[in-house]
């Protein structure tokens, strides 16, 4: 069983920046990675880093959010610079383990505005 607590949402000027954060306990953990859900749209993948530290983004992500993992402290890290209002989600850490489970985080709000 895989638990995750995220941190770090909030409200932010466009152009802002943000870091997210998820720690995650329990073991085989794989894959990590971030999704995003806005109101009346289906959640989406925003970014999301392989056991071999390959890195995929969203192009519309791309250039502006960065995916980081620390193996140590078991957790995952979205910094997200260069913020917009098409930015504004719930953010859920996502993580897969060795034996293919998937398990979500309890969700961050992210608003950007002015």
Same mark, same amino acid.
């Given at each position: 069983?895989?638990?995750?607590?995220?941190s770090g949402?909030?409200?932010?000027?466009?152009? $802002?920046?943000?870091?997210?954060?998820?720690?995650?306990?329990?073991?085989?953990?794989?894959?990590?990675?971030?999704?995003?859900?806005?109101?009346?749209?289906?959640?989406?993948?925003?970014?999301?880093?392989?056991?071999? $530290?390959?890195?995929?983004?969203?192009?519309?992500?791309?250039?502006?959010?960065?995916?980081?993992?620390?193996?140590?402290?078991?957790?995952?890290?979205?910094?997200?610079?260069?913020?917009?209002?098409?930015?504004?989600?719930?953010?859920?850490?996502?993580?897969?383990?060795?034996s293919?489970?998937?398990?979500?985080?309890? $969700?961050?709000?992210?608003?950007?505005?002015?």
């Amino acid at each position: 069983q895989v638990q995750l607590v995220e941190s770090g949402g909030g409200l932010v000027q466009p152009g $802002g920046s943000l870091r997210l954060s998820c720690a995650a306990s329990g073991f085989g953990i794989s894959a990590m990675g971030w999704y995003r859900q806005a109101p009346g749209k289906e959640r989406e993948s925003v970014a999301a880093l392989t056991p071999g $530290g390959s890195r995929t983004y969203a192009d519309s992500v791309k250039g502006r959010f960065t995916i980081s993992r620390d193996n140590v402290k078991n957790t995952v890290d979205l910094q997200m610079t260069s913020l917009k209002p098409e930015d504004t989600a719930v953010y859920y850490c996502n993580v897969r383990t060795v034996s293919d489970n998937s398990y979500w985080g309890q $969700g961050t709000q992210v608003t950007v505005s002015s």
